[in-house]
């Protein structure tokens, strides 16, 4: 699997960005799909995920009520909406995938297939 994420960039505190990670080389209606975020001088920390039909959701309590993921399975992609970006959402993100339970990243498990990340500055 080949994940391929971009709309990071540059925005002001309280604005909003929308992550996109387009898959190819499998069929990913198949596939959990989700977010992490490393920070300078942090571990890399789980966002959020969506299950294969997108029923199930869960989000890391520090983008709750901000952040909403999605995802089209036609497109083989998922997206990250994020909104009332804060400086301490500054990190690279990166796109994940794999096909355990959704729940398993939000308790501490790492996927097996990554993204190569985008940058996200928010300044204050």
């Known amino acids: 699997v080949q994940l391929q994420a971009s709309g990071g960039g540059l925005v002001q505190a309280g604005g909003s960005l929308r992550l996109s990670c387009a898959a190819s080389?499998?069929?990913?209606?198949?596939?959990?799909m989700g977010w992490f975020r490393q920070a300078p001088g942090k571990e890399r920390e789980f966002v959020a995920t969506?299950?294969?039909?997108?029923?199930?959701?869960y989000y890391a309590d520090s983008v709750k009520g901000r952040f909403t993921i999605s995802r089209d399975n036609a497109k083989n992609t998922v997206y990250l909406q994020m909104n009332n970006l804060k400086p301490e959402d500054t990190a690279v993100y990166y796109c994940?995938?794999?096909?355990?339970?959704?729940?398993?990243?939000?308790?501490?498990?790492?996927?097996?297939?990554w993204g190569q990340g985008t940058q996200v500055t928010v300044s204050s």
């Open positions: 994940a995938t794999d096909r355990r339970d959704p729940r398993t990243w939000s308790q501490g498990s790492l996927p097996d297939f």
């Open positions: 080389g499998r069929t990913l209606s198949y596939y959990i």
């Open positions: 969506i299950s294969r039909g997108g029923s199930t959701i």
